[in-house]
């Protein structure tokens, strides 16, 4: 069976400041992908980043930046100077090869406050 | 290039009662998912189609939850003789069949609140 934690329910932190949400996972599947969403007030989830197990380059996109690394099963999450439109709740979601199915942690709300 | 599309976006019901909720994937995407997501929780699987076929049922699908996709484009959701524990967010999304596990594109969401 597969699991992903994410530890923190909730993070708050002023704008500007640099922020990591944290995402552990459990599966024994050896070919696997994980994946972050935003979900903002409006409810929608919003696909970040998908990462496959085989790739553990860390990737960087504008203020955003994720860290993978299998040895701790960890994929974190970092936005650096962080914004108020970065409020929302962030998920972490895993799943394996052959199946379809996204498994994910129970999302870290994120306040920025100006 | 529209988005995923969910209708309604809110169904409030009596307890007992059948619902029944439409989803429209992206137009050349041939996988599509339900999923369930109640207050506070990341979302829980519910079911897969690729096509018209279903593939993989969760077992949080009791036998009232059934799902089709018919004609392999759009899909529907029934619920029969809800319940209060189904009040929850029920969401759609689809993917392409370009490689294996691709990203998953969700809808809006129905919000279903059992009386």
């Known amino acids: 069976a597969q699991k992903v934690t994410q530890a923190q329910t909730e993070i708050s932190v002023v704008e500007k400041e640099d922020v990591t949400l944290d995402c552990v996972y459990e599966?024994?599947?050896?070919?696997?992908?994980l994946f972050w969403y935003k979900q903002p007030p409006s409810g929608e989830l919003v696909f970040l980043i998908r990462r496959n197990s085989f790739d553990e380059q860390n990737e960087i996109s504008g203020r955003y930046s994720w860290n993978f690394q299998k040895s701790t099963s960890s994929f974190n999450f970092t936005i650096t100077a962080s914004q108020v439109v970065d409020s929302a709740v962030y998920f972490c979601?895993?799943?394996?090869?052959?199946?379809?199915?996204?498994?994910f942690g129970q999302g870290t709300r994120l306040t920025i406050n100006p | 290039d529209t988005g995923v599309s969910q209708d309604p976006r809110h169904k409030i019901t009596k307890r007992g009662q059948n619902v029944t909720f439409r989803c429209d994937p992206i137009s050349e995407h041939n996988r599509l998912y339900w999923y369930r997501q109640t207050l506070g929780q990341g979302p829980e699987f519910l079911t897969y189609f690729q096509n018209e076929a279903q593939l993989e049922k969760s077992r949080l699908l009791s036998d009232r939850f059934s799902a089709e996709r018919p004609k392999g484009s759009f899909s529907t959701l029934e619920i029969q003789r809800t319940e209060q524990g189904d009040s929850a967010m029920y969401l759609c999304a689809s993917s392409p069949k370009r490689r294996y596990n691709n990203e998953q594109f969700f809808g809006p969401g129905t919000r279903l609140t059992v009386l």
């Open positions: 979601a895993l799943s394996v090869q052959g199946a379809q199915k996204l498994v």
């Open positions: 599966t024994r599947d050896t070919t696997y992908y």
